[in-house]
């Protein structure tokens, strides 16, 4: 399975972007998806992540309200819609997959980057204010 995520950009702060994480193959219908990002000096973050079956996602309480995670199982591609975007999601975002069971339901699971064992290359995010 390869991914491939794309949508960066630049925009002024309150704007919006969205994210597309194309996946090789049918691969969400075994694997939770999972949006991270890393800014200059940072560790890698947890943004938003959907589990296998797509009925329950998550979110870092700095995005929650803001961005939407979603997927598209004909496209094989899975989304994040981000909306008034602010500076401090000024990052690198990545796309991973995981595959676990639907049933695991843990936020601490899906927000742990070493769980995730497929990612994509990244697209770079710039808001200015």
């Known amino acids: 399975v390869q991914l491939q995520a794309s949508g960066g950009g630049s925009v002024q702060a309150g704007g919006s972007l969205r994210l597309s994480c194309a996946a090789s193959g049918r691969a969400f219908s075994n694997h939770a998806v999972g949006w991270f990002r890393q800014s200059p000096g940072k560790e890698h973050e947890f943004v938003a992540a959907?589990?296998?079956?797509?009925?329950?996602?998550f979110y870092s309480n700095s995005v929650r309200g803001r961005f939407t995670i979603s997927r598209d199982d004909a496209k094989n591609t899975a989304y994040l819609q981000m909306n008034s975007l602010k500076p401090e999601d000024t990052a690198v975002y990545y796309c991973g997959l995981v595959s676990v069971p639907y049933t695991i339901g843990s936020l601490q699971y899906y927000a742990a980057w070493d769980n995730y064992s497929i990612w994509g290359q990244g697209t770079q995010v710039t808001v200015s204010s």
């Open positions: 959907f589990t296998a079956n797509g009925r329950r996602t």
